[in-house]
C-alpha cells in the first residue's frame, strides 16, 4: 500500500513516511493509492473480536510497512491497559428506535480526540524509527481546545518526542484551559498565546516552514511533526471505530450481517466522517453519511449547493470544536470523488486561498449526494435537544452530540429513512458543563467554579463525572507562560531550551 499526495499525484511513499511527514511539501495531504476492500465474510468475523483486534484488522491493510510486532505494540500500547474507561474503548449505546449513539469520549481528556490521539504517538515514533535517523520529533500544537490536550496525553512521556502547545489566551473553556495547564510528563510544556485561534494557527504554520528555526532544531537533532487531523496516522484509526460499532450493532441484535446503515457525524475539519466515508469504501454497508454543522455551517451549504463559500460571518458557539471555516479534510473526499485528479483538487484549493471560494459540477455534487446528505442546528436548537433527550430518554449528551441528534431527527423526518443509524457523540457533557447545564434549565445561566457546576450537573442528571475530570481539582497548574503571537518562535526556543 502506498501513499500519494492530494496535490501532486506522482508522489509514491510508505505509510511511515506518511505519518512522519505529516504534509507533503507542496501543501497536498496524503491519501492512499488505493483503498482496500473488506469482504461481507470478513467483516462477519470481526464481530467476536475485542477492539484491538478490530483495530489490527483495519490498520494492517493501510500500514503494510509496519510488521506485526510493530502494530502489535502501537494498537496494544494505544487501547490496552486501561486506557479507555470503557472496555468496549467505543461503546455504542441504544436509546431509541434507529438512534445508536457511538460514544467516543471514554479515553483520558474525554473527547474523540484520543480515539486518534492515543495511538498516533506510537505510529508515529515507530515511523520516525523506519525513515529517519534517530531524531527527537518536537509536535507542535495550536489547539482551539480539545486537540491540544488530547495531544499532550498522547506524547507524554513518549520516548524520543517532545511536544509543545499553543492556546489562544481567551478562547478555550475553562475547563478545557485546566486540562492543559495541569498536564503531567516530562517533555511537554504549554503557551498561551495572545491572540485568537487563527492568530496561533498561523503562528505555528509559518514556524514550521521557517529555514532559521528548522536549521536550529537540526543542530540539535531535532525535527518539527503535526498532529493535527491533516496527518493520515490521526485519520487512520477513526475508520476503526465505524467497524467496530457496526459488529457491535450485529453482536446486540440492532442488525443482521450485511444490513446496511446511516452514520451522523458532528463535524468541524471533516477527518471524522472523512474516515466513515474511507469505512464505507473498505464495504462496510453505510447506506448514508449525514454531514452535521453548528451555525458555521460551511459544509452545509457545500454539500447542498455545491458552493464552498468561507466568506461568512464567523460564529462563536456552544460547541467550540466545530467553530472552523476551512474545513482540511474536504480536500482528500475532492481527490478521491474527482477520480484522483490532483490538478483538480490544485484549482479548488488555489481558489479558495485566493477568492476564499470555489465551486464544483452539478455532476460532481450529484456523486457526492449519492452518499452525503447534511444539515446543521443553531444554537436554540442544541439547547433544545440536550434538554429533550435528558428528558425523554434520560440520555445526557454534550452540545456537539447535540448538533449531530438535532440534524438526524430533521434528515429522518425530512426523507423518512428509519435505516438503523450511528449517531457520533464525540464529548463528554461534563467537558462543557455550563452550557449542558443552562440548556438543561431552559437557558437559565449559570456561572460559578467549574467543578461546582460540575457537581452541580451531576446532582441534576445523576450522569458518572468522569473521572479524569473529577481528578483535574487536585491537580496544581504547571504552566503560566503567556506570549505575544509575534514572539512564539522565541518561545518555542526557551521551551525547548535550545
Ligand atoms: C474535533 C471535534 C469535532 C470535529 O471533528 P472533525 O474531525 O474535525 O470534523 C467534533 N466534536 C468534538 C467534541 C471535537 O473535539
Known amino acids: 500500500m502506498f501513499y500519494t499526495s492530494t496535490r501532486d499525484s506522482s508522489i509514491k511513499i510508505t505509510s511511515a513516511q506518511a505519518i512522519a511527514k505529516g504534509i507533503s511539501d507542496e501543501g497536498g495531504l496524503f491519501v492512499p493509492c488505493e483503498i482496500p476492500c473488506f469482504s461481507a465474510e470478513k467483516i462477519a468475523s470481526m464481530v467476536d473480536m475485542s477492539y484491538i483486534d478490530r483495530a489490527k484488522t483495519v490498520l494492517r491493510e493501510f500500514l503494510t510497512d509496519f510488521s506485526e510486532e510493530e502494530l502489535n505494540y502501537c494498537v496494544e500500547g494505544a487501547y490496552g491497559a486501561d486506557k479507555f474507561s470503557s472496555p468496549a474503548i467505543a461503546p455504542i449505546v441504544h436509546i431509541d428506535g434507529a438512534k445508536n449513539i457511538l460514544e467516543l469520549w471514554h479515553g483520558p481528556t474525554c473527547a474523540f480526540k484520543d480515539m486518534a490521539l492515543q495511538l498516533l504517538p506510537y505510529l508515529m515514533t515507530v515511523s520516525a524509527k523506519k525513515t529517519a535517523d534517530g531524531k527527537t520529533i518536537v509536535i507542535l500544537v495550536a489547539t482551539s481546545g480539545d486537540t491540544g490536550k488530547a495531544a499532550l496525553e498522547g506524547f507524554k512521556d513518549v520516548d524520543k518526542t517532545k511536544i509543545l502547545v499553543f492556546y ?68 487512520v484509526p477513526q475508520i476503526v471505530y465505524y467497524f467496530s460499532a457496526y459488529c457491535d450493532m450485529i453482536k446486540n441484535g440492532s442488525v443482521k450481517a450485511g444490513d446496511v446503515i446511516n452514520a451522523v457525524v458532528p463535524t468541524g475539519n471533516f477527518g471524522n466522517i472523512l474516515a466513515a466515508y474511507y469505512a464505507k469504501k473498505m464495504g462496510l454497508p453505510i447506506k448514508k453519511l449525514v454531514c452535521a454543522s453548528n451555525s458555521n455551517n460551511v459544509l452545509t451549504d457545500f454539500l447542498c449547493t455545491g458552493v464552498y463559500d468561507k466568506n461568512r460571518r464567523f460564529y462563536t458557539t456552544t460547541s467550540p470544536s466545530m467553530d472552523i471555516l476551512i474545513s482540511s479534510n474536504l480536500e482528500r473526499l475532492l481527490y478521491h470523488i474527482g477520480g484522483n485528479d490532483d490538478n483538480f483538487v490544485k484549482s479548488l484549493m488555489k481558489a479558495l486561498s485566493e477568492k476564499g471560494k470555489y465551486e464544483i459540477s452539478k455532476e460532481l455534487l450529484a456523486d457526492i449526494r449519492e452518499t452525503f446528505d447534511a444539515g446543521f442546528a443553531a444554537e436554540d436548537e442544541v439547547d433544545e435537544t440536550i434538554k429533550s433527550h435528558f428528558e425523554k430518554y434520560g440520555y445526557l449528551c454534550d452540545t456537539h452530540t447535540a448538533v449531530a441528534l438535532k440534524v438526524y431527527d430533521e434528515y429522518a423526518k425530512r426523507t423518512g429513512d428509519g435505516t438503523p443509524t450511528v449517531i457520533d457523540s464525540t464529548a463528554s457533557p461534563y467537558k462543557f458543563s455550563k452550557s449542558v447545564l443552562t440548556a438543561l434549565n431552559g437557558g437559565k445561566s449559570f456561572d460559578s467554579d467549574e467543578f461546582e457546576m460540575a457537581d452541580k450537573l451531576f446532582e441534576t442528571t445523576k450522569a458518572p463525572i468522569p473521572a479524569p475530570i473529577a481528578s483535574l481539582k487536585e491537580k496544581a497548574v504547571r504552566f503560566t507562560n503567556v506570549c505575544g503571537k509575534e514572539n512564539m518562535s522565541e518561545m518555542v526556543f526557551e521551551l525547548l531550551k535550545i
Do not use: H, Y
Open 168 to 235: 489562544p489566551v481567551d478562547g478555550v473553556s475553562p475547563m478545557q484551559k485546566l486540562q492543559m495547564v495541569t498536564q503531567e510528563g516530562e517533555n511537554v510544556a504549554v503557551c498561551a498565546v495572545k491572540g485568537n485561534f487563527d492568530d496561533a494557527q498561523s503562528a505555528v504554520k509559518s514556524i514550521f516552514t521557517d529555514a532559521e528555526v528548522k536549521r536550529r532544531l537540526a543542530e540539535k537533532n531535532m525535527a518539527f511533526s503535526s498532529a493535527n487531523s491533516i496527518n493520515w496516522g490521526r485519520l
